[in-house]
């Protein structure tokens, strides 16, 4: 199934499942941050009512989540 847009609510309910918290915010911009063994994985995640899949695309290469997993999420 290919990534389609979504809201910023959903994002962060997935990010959260995959065991990322929320670390900080600037501006409407949220970090969301995961340790690991291989070290601190981090995920900026604007505060939109909508975030595209352009963006979306590049937060999962952030988080090291390919699509298929972010989907099962």
Known sequence: MPLRPLPFRE???RLEAAGFLEAS???SHVKFAKRTSRGVLT???P???EIVV???RGILRQAG???EEFEEL
């Open 25 to 27: 915010q600037e501006g």
């Open 47 to 49: 505060r939109h009512r």
């Open 65 to 67: 989540i390919s699509p």
């Open 54 to 56: 352009g963006t979306l």
């Open 43 to 45: 995920a900026v995640v």
């Open 11 to 13: 994002v962060k309910r």
